[in-house]
């Protein structure tokens, strides 16, 4: 059984605590137990889970999915920050698609399947950080003029006004979109922090049962 308990909240900037109450970022901090390479392959258990993952999102679930609750609020919440949800897909959404386009759900390394696993089983998107390149606790707030993702000189430029995930030097991630390249977690990487995104409409159960998947699947040794 997984040694971790419970989530930290990270913080909101005070405009996003104004303007979107109901949004939060839950946390996780984990330490790596399993065995080999967090990039490579999943072990028979992970395998396992995601096969069984596949025969559960088939012809009328996976058309339906976007109805149901929790992936609901989701489109709820894109329509509110300005995101067409028919457009930019929500996590789930997006996921369920590549199912039915690959025929399954197909295995892309041991973190990528745990963190795809959790979403399944909760609709709830969970994403992973190397703890050792962050600085401080992650939070939400807005994107400032002419920053960039992430700590690399190279990364992707930032218009003002976009919601990311950041720490006290860098914007990390934009809200719901994948870890800037620095900040992402490697083969060797042994301590990673999870954060989970809930919005209104998605019960904190979910959310918190969303990171204990995925911490408890990689503490296992």
């Not at 979107?20 to 080999?36: I, K, T």
């Not at 149901?68 to 789930?92: C, K, M, N, S, W």
Request: hydrophobic share 45%; no cysteine; glycine share 10%.
């Amino acid at each position: 059984m997984s040694s971790w308990a419970a989530p930290s909240v990270g913080w909101r900037a005070p405009e996003v605590e104004e303007e979107l109450p109901s949004l939060r970022l839950l946390l996780a901090d984990v330490e790596v137990g399993r065995r080999g390479s967090l990039t490579g392959p999943s072990p028979p258990d992970i395998e396992g889970r995601l096969r069984e993952r596949s025969s559960r999102f088939r012809g009328a679930r996976a058309v339906s999915i976007r109805r149901e609750p929790v992936p609901a609020a989701y489109r709820v919440f894109f329509r509110h920050i300005g995101l067409d949800p028919d457009v930019v897909r929500t996590p789930i959404e997006s996921a369920v698609l590549e199912r039915m386009l690959r025929g399954g759900f197909l295995s892309g390394g041991l973190l990528a399947d745990v963190l795809l696993i959790a979403l399944t089983d909760t609709g709830v998107p969970v994403w992973a950080l190397a703890s050792d390149s962050l600085s401080g606790p992650p939070g939400i707030r807005a994107s400032r003029e002419g920053e960039r993702l992430g700590s690399s000189r190279e990364g992707e430029l930032l218009p003002a006004g976009r919601l990311v995930v950041a720490d006290s030097r860098n914007a990390l991630a934009l809200l719901f979109g994948e870890p800037a390249r620095a900040h992402v977690p490697r083969g060797a990487t042994r301590r990673v922090t999870l954060f989970a995104v809930q919005v209104a409409g998605v019960p904190t159960l979910f959310a918190e049962e969303a990171l204990w998947n995925a911490a408890s699947a990689l503490e296992a040794e």
